[in-house]
């Protein structure tokens, strides 16, 4: 039966996944009872990671087929922006020898963002858009912004007027706005 499969091992488990997963087969796991009474540590690692590749799986098919179609959407309207911006070029080398910083938001980032400001001028900074007004009403103006919305989220991170003075790092599919 191409519905069964036997595996000893957590690789082959993690090989068939892929292809249960998109044929929307269910996934019933049996574990031999010498395993169960032998090594319960190894079989609930072995549960830990099926989890965690279905919520990868479902995670990755989720971003492709349910939001594709607004992506499409927006690299298409993107298309003016895309042709009138600069190239990548002009940055060859401008930051070559510093460290890279990422900033994230998050619940420290109000309380650690000054530790970084004695530093702003050594290293190259990239912001993401959800953290941006705040490490600007700081007194920090990233290097780069990292913007990844196909939503008007984008545009309220984004709209501020130091904009102007940071680099952006969007996708073709970003909102437009």
């Not at 911006?85 to 020898?97: M, T, V």
């Not at 650690?112 to 190259?124: A, G, R, S």
């Amino acid at each position: 039966n191409p519905n069964i499969r036997i595996s000893n091992n957590f690789e082959d488990v993690k090989n068939d996944y892929h292809g249960l997963f998109f044929w929307n087969y269910k996934l019933n796991l049996c574990a031999v009872k010498f395993y169960e009474t032998q090594d319960s540590v190894k079989i609930k690692e072995f549960k830990e990671g099926i989890e965690k590749i279905h919520g990868m799986y479902q995670s990755n098919y989720s971003n492709l087929f349910k939001k594709a179609p607004k992506w499409t959407l927006s690299a298409f309207n993107n298309l003016p922006n895309i042709i009138k911006n600069r190239d990548l070029h002009s940055l060859k080398d401008k930051y070559k020898g510093k460290t890279a910083v990422i900033i994230s938001a998050g619940p420290s980032l109000d309380k650690n963002i000054q530790d970084l400001k004695p530093y702003t001028d050594k290293v190259v900074t990239f912001c993401v858009g959800t953290a941006l007004k705040t490490v600007v009403k700081h007194g920090i103006i990233p290097d780069f912004a990292v913007a990844i919305e196909i939503t008007r989220a984008t545009e309220r991170q984004l709209n501020i007027p130091e904009i102007e003075k940071i680099n952006l790092v969007v996708s073709t599919h970003i909102h437009p706005e």
